[in-house]
């Protein structure tokens, strides 16, 4: 894959094909609001993984708006976590070709990815404190 900054207008672009607001942007990418206008007003750069990660999420969204995914709860009074959880994983394919879906899942994905580099640095760092 091609590593190049974003401009601007990409940026603006590429947000505005998978719907998303510049507010939910901002909370998918844990950033302030303030800083997605700031991108799109060119007076901060774009970090490559930020760039990236939208154009690979433009690039395979295939999803079609006017198509919905609904989970028939009619003669049901009250609906288990685990029917919900069941319908989720039945639909799994398309929940994932929705954009939102797909940035949150990647970010918990590098949340934890981190926690783990985080607590592997904090044992690395007390065994060499024991050691001296």
Known sequence: MYL???DKEEFKILRKKLKLTQ???ASLLEISPRTV???EYGNLTISLAIAE?????AKNTIFNSNSKIEMDVTNKDKVSLEEIAQFCIKHKK???EIPEIKLLIDYERKDAKAELMEK???LKNNENISKK
């Not at 990660?53 to 999420?57: D, I, Q, T």
């Open 4 to 6: 190049s900054l974003m």
């Open 23 to 25: 507010a939910k942007l």
């Open 94 to 96: 398309n929940f994932m």
């Open 120 to 122: 592997h640095i904090i």
């Open 53 to 57: 990660l939208l154009r690979g999420k």
């Open 37 to 39: 206008q700031e991108y």
